[in-house]
């Protein structure tokens, strides 16, 4: 089976801009999860997504959100845009809601100017 | 709150020597807990996970509710060892996130 893959790999904005991150899980995995990854912070989950349904969040302000299609890919969404958001977006897919056996993807390297 | 530390950043070890990567968690229940493992240029991958009590190249990881702590090991360290290390917590319901310690990096010295 092809790995979770996550398009674009890379992505440079400007301040106050809004960005839209994908994510097609391994065929088969309907729970999505994402996390935002940098130095300082490390991984910090964001939010899950079931049956294209937000089952879980995490502390991230409302100006992160996300969805789920039937399929089952997921985008996120960031808005106006701050130098902090800069920082690897990593999706996760897993067969079921509550399955931790998580795949990741390669990650979205955004960085905000 | 829950919460995982890892408390050393780099962990430098010479090849052929244990190997001791520290984790710590804290909470109010009973958690499942995992290690995740990162090699240069590939993606983040469940090493292991604390209800399978298995062995995953060679590294085992001993919950200890008393101590509260996960520590992974592996008895004689290899170069291909090399790589950053995440301990990981998540309740036992469906409806917990998965908390990431901030990861230690370990280094075997040849």
Redesign the interface.
Known sequence: KA??TQTPRYLIKTRGQQVTLSCSPISGHRSV?W?QQTPG?????LF?YFSETQ??K?NFPGRFSGRQFSNSRSEMNVSTLELGDSALY?C?SSHD??E???????GTRLTVT | AQRVTQPEKLLSVFKGAPVELKCNYSYSGSPELFWYVQYSRQRLQLLLRHISRESIKGFTADLNKGETSFHLKKPFAQEEDSAMYYCALSGRGGDDKIIFGKGTRLHILP
């Open positions: 790995g979770v999860s996390y912070q490390g991984l910090q989950f899950e089952r879980n995490g990593l996760a809601r509550g931790r056996k998580q795949y990741f993807g390669p």
